[in-house]
């Protein structure tokens, strides 16, 4: 009872009008664990005008409506199990909150982030396979969004070959289902699933872009796949840049219509996935090589 009311207080000040994650995490930063709910429920409804104040007091439980089969678990941003590398991607607009379902062990791990268009060209899907084999032999875990495509490529080449996917939501907790073309290689040791909305938050153009910056934020390295002249893929890899993260994408002598931004990601200092001649496999040295350097120790 004592962390439902904890996260609920969370949620609740979410949910009220103009107040986003900058703020909430201003306040947060000045609570220090273990923390009382009653004091962590002072110092929100301190931080509103009274107005705000009134409507925070009015806010109905979020977590009445957690409605998930499975046992759902939450992080708050100043849990010292909460991803760091989340923290230092995005700084001030963390998640406040995360709930999730699974293996939460699987955020200790190196991690790979994919990401590409829906209508994944069959090179595209190849080179994806490739890429998430040759990772899960590295014991690295597949992050990516649980679209069709270039997502769910990802995730199924991982579980199928014995690794392990974190899937991030672009809705809230109670929207997940496990796919049914998924079930025969699932398995909850091996996987999380995270989401940074409200439990009932429904699917939103804008939340599958902002679930894209905790792809990038909680990988180490991105790969884009595929990305087209406009849209969320190339945005993703744009973001992937500006966070000063690794970019790779794969460049192709024949360019499908899904891949027509590949190029200007390259040009704006991704690495280029070429193939191997000695494998005749994606060559993937030097984003071995990085992951090497990736110091996990820094992180926990």
């Known amino acids: 009872m004592k962390d439902k009311e904890l996260y609920d207080s969370v949620y609740q000040y979410l949910s009220l009008k103009n107040i986003g994650p900058v703020q909430t995490n201003k306040v947060l930063s000045k609570v220090y664990e273990p923390i009382e709910p009653y004091y962590l429920k002072y110092q929100l409804k301190l931080s509103l005008n009274p107005e705000q104040q009134i409507e925070y007091e009015k806010a109905p439980s979020i977590l009445e409506y957690l409605k998930s089969k499975f046992e759902v678990g939450f992080i708050i941003v100043t849990n010292e199990n909460y991803p760091i590398e989340l923290k230092k991607s995005l700084s001030s607009n963390t998640p406040p909150i995360l709930s999730y379902i699974g293996n ?21 899907i190849d080179i994806t396979k490739d890429c998430v084999e040759q990772l899960i032999d590295k014991d690295v875990s597949i992050v990516s969004g649980y679209a ?42 091996r996987v999380l699933v995270i989401s940074e909305f409200k439990p009932d938050d429904a699917w939103m153009a804008n939340r599958a872009m902002q679930r894209n910056n905790t792809i990038i934020g909680i990988s180490d390295i991105v790969v884009v796949v595929e990305a087209g002249e406009t849209g969320g893929s190339l945005d993703a890899g744009y973001k992937t840049l500006k966070m000063d993260k690794f970019l790779f994408v794969p460049q192709y002598g024949v360019v499908p219509e899904s891949a027509t931004g590949n190029n200007q990601l390259i040009n704006k200092g991704a690495f280029p996935i070429g193939k191997s001649s000695e494998t005749m496999r994606a060559n993937l040295t030097k984003m071995f090589a990085l992951l090497e350097k990736t110091n996990r120790y820094e992180l926990f």
């Open 104 to 124: 939460i062990e699987l955020l200790k791990k190196r991690k790979v982030g994919f990401s590409g268009s829906r209508k994944v060209s069959e090179k595209g």
């Open 148 to 189: 069709a495509g270039v997502d769910y490529e990802a995730h199924y080449s991982a579980l199928s070959k014995g690794g392990s996917t974190i899937i991030i939501l672009p809705e809230g907790i109670n929207s997940f289902r496990i796919k049914k073309e998924m079930k025969d290689v699932w398995d909850w040791n």
